[in-house]
């Protein structure tokens, strides 16, 4: 990162020093929120968290190689006290970028595939110039701004997710990180509950491209209405990306091999060139044509985008992660969110990976989805009774009775049963596998249905265990 001595760190974010021994001391490593993530020089922000006070920590992390603490009171050891760590980590942020003024911020959102498109993009971009990008999904105001203090001078390109959880929580992260790129996937139905309906969601993420100068860049989804829709809210230059519509990148002759990964020939510009994917699902398509749209915008090749997309790798865990057992069981965990977008698209690569393989489904509840919550499981349990699975194992409380209830309605033929929750789900999967079986883990975030398929994962859980 941009090295800063803690007095101009103290400077940055108004705040004043206490039990410095030498103001000079600098911090040489990024800002951190975990102690036991910090780097030898780096900062710990010690913000209150759900269960404790990070404050309560800040010994352990000085202890640890902090070289001090922000926080919002003296601690004992070295600090920059201020008045809200949530505000100076934001204005940390906003001067570790001002320091690196080469650097093009490139802003990203969606209702999916954020994280997914960011990792394709840090892996197409560094044919232009070093890249970062988000560490894992932080993606809010807590967690862009720790992204941001990774930045050195060599870094010439920024990914940054930008997640919402109402109006204006994304202008907010722009005023962080002025973006010279805006890259908008799609307008869904996570968190819909909190937002109260695709048309405000497609309000907040407009937010994007909004805050794009007169020069800047607009990547925007022309398969998706509402993002279409956003193209007048920018005066910057807009580009198109596609399957289904006459897009400026396009991709055409979509195939998906047995295993459920993508190929398809990439198009911008009169110039095109054959995209075979690594990533399992045919959803990764439009992700990767998002990547493809930002990294022709900035100036690559058409040649190497495709070579580049062809390379990557998946990166993120939890999200279409297919393991293959020794006993032919193939366990795919897409258990780190899910809405009724993500779960349809999850079928679909289930039903092309089956090929007369049994499948199981072992699907959690879906969170913030407010009034239409029961409805939008019943409508995944229909789905489930038409795309040919052949177990449903439903996770969580009544939302996931109803997905459950609706299933079997639709398909009698269909074996369906009701876990209370990860452990139980583990259990009842265990009783259930046979060999050769697939199955697909998904569910929220807060379900923790990351643990059941981990576990399911493991060699030594084999089919039959008790």
Excluded at 438 to 446: A, E, R
Aim: aromatic share 2%; with cysteine.
């Amino acid at each position: 990162m941009i090295p800063l001595s803690l007095e101009a760190v103290a400077t940055a974010v108004g705040g004043r020093l206490c039990d410095v021994p030498d103001p000079s001391a600098l911090m040489s490593a990024p800002a951190v929120v975990d102690s036991r993530t910090v780097e030898p020089g780096g900062l710990f922000a010690a913000l209150p968290g759900e269960h404790s006070d990070g404050h309560t920590y800040a010994a352990n992390a000085v202890k640890a190689g902090a070289v001090a603490v922000l926080a919002t009171r003296p601690v004992g050891v070295p600090a920059v006290v201020v008045d809200d760590v949530l505000d100076a980590l934001a204005a940390l942020a906003r001067t570790v970028l001002a320091a690196v003024p080469d650097v093009t911020v490139i802003g990203l959102t969606g209702s999916a595939g954020k994280t997914s498109t960011k990792d394709l993009l840090a892996q197409v971009l560094p044919e232009l110039g070093e890249t970062i990008a988000t560490v894992k999904s932080f993606n809010g105001e807590i967690g862009m701004p720790l992204t941001v203090t990774h930045l050195d001078q060599g870094v010439r390109y920024l990914v940054l997710e930008m997640g919402a959880r109402g109006i204006g929580h994304i202008a907010h992260l722009t005023r962080i990180a002025p973006p010279a790129v805006g890259l908008v996937l799609n307008v869904g139905t996570a968190h819909i509950g909190e937002f109260g309906g695709r048309e405000q969601i497609a309000k907040a993420k407009g937010e994007l491209v909004e805050a794009l100068p007169a020069d800047g860049l607009a990547v925007l989804n022309a398969d998706d209405p509402l993002v279409a829709a956003m193209a007048p809210r920018t005066s910057a230059r807009v580009l198109t990306f596609g399957i289904e519509t006459d897009a400026d990148v396009r991709a055409s002759a979509v195939t998906v091999d047995p295993a459920g990964r993508a190929s398809f020939t990439l198009a911008a510009s009169g110039i095109k060139a054959r995209v075979a994917l690594s990533l399992h699902g045919v959803h990764h398509v439009s992700n990767a044509l998002a990547a493809a749209a930002v990294a022709i915008g900035l100036g690559a090749g058409v040649d190497k985008t495709a070579a580049a997309l062809s390379r990557a790798v998946l990166m993120a865990s939890g999200r279409m992660e297919v393991t293959d057992r020794p006993d032919g069981v193939r366990i795919i965990n897409d258990a780190f969110n899910a809405n009724p977008d993500s779960m349809k698209a999850a079928f679909t690569t289930l039903e092309a990976m089956a090929d007369g393989r049994r499948t199981i489904a072992v699907l959690g509840e879906m969170k913030e989805l407010g009034a239409d919550a029961v409805e939008d499981h019943r409508q995944v349990g229909r789905l489930v009774a038409v795309t040919g699975i052949h177990v449903l194992i439903a996770v969580g409380g009544d939302d996931a009775q109803a997905m459950a209830e609706a299933a079997q309605q639709d398909n009698p033929q269909l074996k369906v049963v009701e876990a209370r929750d990860r452990d139980h789900a583990l259990t009842l999967t265990r009783d259930l596998i046979q060999p050769g079986d697939i199955v697909l883990v998904k569910g929220s975030h807060s379900v923790e249905l990351e643990h059941t398929a981990q576990r399911l994962a493991r060699p030594d859980t084999v089919a039959g265990e008790r």
